[in-house]
């Protein structure tokens, strides 16, 4: 395996009426091809953000991107358009994300069009093959967004981000505003993708649940910061970074037999306009001592393949027995 995406101290920032907002601020990862990444963190964290200014939707601040190797922060109008083909997105909100006045197979077909390369028989047949694809039924090509439940509009997002064979896709919240009961079968349906088509996904969630179930790796993000990065598995079994450990007590315990002591985060969430210097987490932190709030942890690689950024993270971890 090869890494698809590279990112490299990746920042977003904007400008508000009260300072400066670092949504992303110095996000460091590689994807390798055909693997998820799983990004995690509270709303707001930026997690949305750092996949949208991934595929370009947003201008970076500064840092880098590169996709099968190339830098992809400084791209020209053509360029562009062949990244669009190749790195595509799918909303959490499928009703939100879709036309209201778009039928269904205009709604797929649409990419193309703009794409303008295929002839119009040859986008109805792609139109059909990508509805077989995702599981939607032909007798629905005519329907509209508001005549359809939000599992089938989440294929038609699907479907439509697939249709111009892209490499990369950006899973932002996919299954967060649907039942239950479709969940499922919208997180197998992008599975079995991934095995049928070799796609690479960063799926962006803030259910953990959801997180251990479809990635390999997993990124934590808090307040525009990565605070741990690792294999997934390795993070539920030994979270060494303590945001990320008040995180996993919150996911109910299945075995109910197992008693398990959730962390309450207490304290103020820290303002990402004009952050102060120092850990960001410190105000909500357990374990913050002074120097929390003098100095930023760094990430560092406390076992291999598994970074974190915390200034105390060995002795918290040893006084725990982890
Ligand atoms: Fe807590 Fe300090 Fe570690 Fe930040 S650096 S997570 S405040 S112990």
Redesign the pocket.
């Known amino acids: 395996m090869s890494a698809i995406l590279q990112v490299k101290n990746l920042k977003k920032f904007f400008k508000t009426g009260k300072g400066i907002l670092h949504a992303v601020d110095g996000i460091t990862f590689d994807i390798q091809e055909g693997e998820t990444l799983g990004v995690v963190g509270e709303s707001g964290c930026g997690k949305s953000t750092l996949g949208r200014t991934i595929l370009h939707l947003l201008d970076n601040t500064g840092g880098q991107i590169f996709f099968q190797g190339k830098d992809i922060t400084k791209v020209n109008k053509k360029q562009l358009r062949e990244l669009r083909e190749d790195m595509q997105i799918i909303f959490q909100d499928p009703f939100a994300s879709l036309n209201p006045r778009m039928s269904l197979s205009e709604t797929i077909a649409e990419p193309m069009v703009i794409e303008g390369r295929l002839s119009k028989p040859e986008i109805e047949k792609r139109v059909f093959q990508l509805m077989d694809t995702v599981g939607l039924a032909r007798r629905l090509l005519n329907t509209y967004p508001h005549e359809l439940d939000g599992g089938r509009r989440q294929r038609i997002g699907i479907a439509r981000a697939l249709a111009l064979n892209p490499k990369f896709v950006v899973c932002d919240e996919p299954v967060s505003a649907l039942d239950v009961s479709i969940q499922a079968q919208i997180i197998n349906l992008m599975l079995d993708l991934q095995e049928n088509l070799g796609l690479t996904y960063m799926f962006i969630t803030h259910d953990l649940s959801v997180v251990r179930y479809i990635s390999q790796n997993i990124l934590v993000m808090y307040l525009g910061q990565m605070?741990e990065h690792c294999e997934v598995d390795r993070l539920f079994e030994k979270p060494l970074?303590?945001?990320t450990q008040a995180l996993l007590s919150a996911i109910p315990e299945p075995d109910i037999h197992k008693k398990k002591k959730r962390i309450i985060l207490k304290g103020e969430l820290t303002s990402p306009i004009n952050p102060k210097p120092g850990?960001r987490?410190?105000p909500r932190?357990i374990?913050?001592?002074e120097?929390?709030f003098q100095k930023g942890?760094e990430l560092r690689e406390l076992e291999p393949g598994h970074v974190v950024?915390?200034?105390?993270?060995e002795e918290?971890n040893q006084e725990k027995g982890a």
């Open positions: 605070v970074h303590p945001y850990c987490f410190a932190c374990y913050a001592k120097a929390c942890p950024a915390c200034h105390y993270a918290i």
